[in-house]
């Protein structure tokens, strides 16, 4: 087990794992960009802004201070959001130690590069000796927080490096499982988003629990179809980070991602439905990343993507965009497209 952890990122899932470790009497420090925000947080015990009504313990220390958040680490939890990972790493990459591993809690894709949050860090601080990790699954963090059962994987290269983080993050109310495969992990847990922001839609215009459970079915292969196409194991799919993350995303009320797309089915503008949250819609990013990105170099057909694709950057309506995925060529199920 790792002893001494410090957790990079002070949002929703990095508080979360900071509680999680304090009740382990695991030494975690927590950096975030904003040193007010920071010196709030341990004023209050309290992260009003992201994690609200939970107290946090006294044994996290919040250290806003870029070299000695790194000092003595010999695990970090990178935490922040995908598409603000480049600039924090990039910002805190002379204090990295380069032999401590770093474990991502982020589910996303960079826009522009087409990257997963682990090839993120390893581009911004390189990989030649550094184990890197990526922890996913459907873990609410608010849930979580309560201390209600959960479950999730950790993926690594590296089986030994994964057993560790296995070992350090595992708790009675949280058991975590193992993985090698790193992409399918991370690309289920990015491309989830986007299917949660449909089945936000199906909720916000009301068509229902039939509609619902095929967008989850045939979300889920659009996930597999392009993860094959990149080198996924099909098994990671079904498992926690693929189906699991996928069911809890698309039907918890507290689900930003579906949330979002109920704010759209409801009539609001994209614009107007992001606002409406301080918390970063990671499916949104992701979705043109895929689109614009992925889906041209890999050539998968993922229609219900490019259908929210349109919906959000193209202001297509909701209602052409489900009559037209409804028409849509008629085919066997097993197809691959």
């Given amino acids: 087990m790792f002893k001494n952890i410090s957790i990079i990122g002070d ?13 382990k009497n695991t030494p975690v420090r927590l950096w975030g960009y904003d040193a007010k925000q920071l010196q709030e947080m ?5 992260n009003i802004k992201f994690l609200p009504g939970h107290k946090l313990p006294e044994t996290i220390i919040f250290e806003p201070d870029d070299k000695r958040i790194m000092t003595d680490a010999d695990l970090i939890i990178s935490a922040v959001p995908c598409q603000f990972m480049r600039s924090v790493w990039t910002r805190l990459q002379k204090y990295t130690p380069k032999d401590v591993p770093v474990c ?8 522009k590069t087409l990257l997963r949050p682990t090839q993120i860090i390893a581009d911004v601080l390189g990989s030649n000796s550094r184990g890197l990790a990526a ?17 999730a994987c950790v993926a690594s290269a590296d089986d030994q490096l994964a057993q560790q983080i296995q070992l350090t993050l595992s708790i009675s109310w949280f058991r975590i499982y193992t993985n090698t495969d790193v992409v399918g992990v991370e690309l289920a847990g990015a491309m989830k988003n986007i299917i949660a922001i449909a089945a936000g839609i199906i909720d916000g215009v009301g068509a229902g629990d039939n509609a619902k459970a095929a967008l989850l079915c045939r979300g889920l292969a659009e996930i597999s179809r392009l993860g094959l196409a990149m080198g996924a194991n099909p098994q990671t799919f079904a498992g926690l980070t693929g189906l699991g993350d996928l069911v809890t995303t698309c039907i918890s009320p507290k689900g930003r991602n579906r949330s979002f797309g109920e704010r759209i089915g409801k009539g609001q503008t994209p614009q107007l439905a992001q606002s409406a949250t301080e918390s970063v819609i990671e499916g949104i990013a992701t979705c043109k990343a895929v689109v614009e ?25 909701v209602q052409s965009a489900i009559a037209d995925l409804m028409t849509r060529r008629l085919k066997s199920e097993q197809s691959y497209s």
Wanted: no cysteine; glycine share 8%.
């Fill in 104 to 111: 991502s809690v982020a589910k996303g894709i960079e826009n």
């Fill in 11 to 23: 949002g929703a899932m990095g508080t979360v794992l900071a509680m999680l470790l304090a009740e």
């Fill in 135 to 151: 922890l996913s699954g459907p873990t609410i963090s608010d849930e979580l927080a309560a201390k209600l059962p959960a479950t």
């Fill in 293 to 317: 990105g992925l889906l041209r170099q890999y050539k998968v057909e993922m229609p219900i993507t490019q259908a929210v694709y349109d919906v959000l950057f193209r202001n297509k309506s």
């Fill in 42 to 46: 341990a004023s209050a015990r309290e």
